[in-house]
T-cell receptor, first 113, second 109 residues
């Protein structure tokens, strides 16, 4: 079935470590996004990519990095520079048009211990 | 900042219609209006979208004001499974998609 796969579902990180969250889609979508969600809050845009080898910062990009080497993959690295990384992270994709439906993955929970 | 504003929360009785409002006064001509809903600890799911005309699908209806500065998501008969956070967003071909805090809908049995 087509969709978006995020892994891992749960991840624990020690302070000072970098971690990478995986996001893979087989929907043939050009546009991909990463959002962060804190408990009881809405989604905040971290990074987005409209096409392979190109990406732009969202509203809260500090402490995060991404790459887009393949159309189907958009991994997010949470670096040690991110001071409060504990959150729910959501990856999404769509066709790059206003009418394009956004499809979300199931999310990844990151906890700093 | 989100380009849409919604009430923080709403309540509805089960099996009654629900009207969820959204204001988007700065909407541009190329912005599509999308609605998504999210259950706890899950990714949001698509509900409906439109550009200018009202839209209906099996899940809901979308009523868009003539000046496009506001819209209303209509759930015709609320069920307990409709309890979720509902997000109204604007989407353009530029693809920077910003979500606001959404409306938390409670359904009372």
């Amino acid at each position: 079935d087509g969709g978006i796969t995020q892994s891992p579902k749960y991840l624990f990180r020690k302070e000072g470590q970098n971690v990478t969250l995986s996001c893979e889609q087989n929907l043939n979508h050009d546009a991909m996004y990463w959002y962060r969600q804190d408990p009881g809050q809405g989604l905040r845009l971290i990074y987005y990519s409209q096409i392979v080898n190109d990406f732009q910062k969202g509203d809260i990009a500090e402490g995060y990095s991404v790459s887009r080497e393949k159309k189907e993959s958009f991994p997010l690295t949470v670096t040690s520079a991110q001071k409060n990384p504990t959150a729910f992270y959501l990856c999404a994709s769509s066709i790059p048009a206003g009418l394009g439906t956004i499809y979300f993955g199931e999310g990844s929970w990151l906890t700093v211990v | 900042d989100a380009k849409t504003t919604q009430p923080n929360s709403m309540e509805s009785n089960e099996e009654e219609p629900v009207h969820l409002p959204c204001n988007h006064s700065t909407i541009s001509g190329t912005d599509y209006i999308h609605w998504y809903r999210q259950l706890p600890s899950q990714g949001p799911e698509y509900v409906i979208h439109g550009l200018t005309s009202n839209v209906n699908n099996r899940m809901a209806s979308l009523a868009i004001a003539e000046d496009r500065k506001s819209s209303t998501l209509i759930l015709h008969r609320a069920t307990l499974r409709d309890a979720a956070v509902y997000y109204c967003i604007l989407k353009t071909s530029y693809d920077k998609v910003i979500f606001g805090p959404g409306t938390s809908l409670s359904v009372i049995p």
